[in-house]
């Protein structure tokens, strides 16, 4: 079983960046494309961007395509958000997620492992 760990969430101000980062525990990893998805309070879980197995394919919210980036590291089984020009709308608990499909899927259901979320607030 895939576990995932997400880290690099925390308290910022408007306008600063976040590199969010998601280790997984085993070379498994690599069969899996990887997601990016956010929950604000209240709010659903909303998709923010996937990554395909090798990472030759991304694919973002039309929301996200400005300020966010997805990237794997293979060798590190670690897959990355980059978020630039934080907006207090981006606080929210980030959550990583890996799914079987090649190249990723914006839909929540087709991700079979995720982790515990870490949480962006960002003050303005």
């Known amino acids: 079983q895939l576990q995932l760990s997400e880290s690099g969430g925390g308290l910022v101000q408007a306008g600063d960046s976040l590199r969010l980062s998601c280790a997984a525990s085993e070379l498994a990893f690599k069969g899996y494309s990887m997601g990016w998805f956010q929950q604000a309070p209240g709010k659903l879980r909303e998709f923010v961007a996937y990554i395909s197995l090798n990472g030759s394919y991304t694919n973002y919210a039309d929301s996200k395509k400005d300020r966010f980036t997805i990237s794997r590291d293979l060798a590190k089984n670690t897959v990355y958000l980059q978020i630039d020009s934080l907006k207090p709308e981006d606080t929210a608990v980030y959550y990583c997620?890996?799914?079987?499909?090649?190249?990723?899927?914006?839909?929540?259901?087709?991700?079979?492992?995720w982790g515990q979320g870490t949480q962006v607030t960002v003050s303005s």
């Open positions: 997620a890996a799914s079987p499909w090649l190249t990723g899927t914006t839909m929540p259901d087709a991700y079979r492992y």
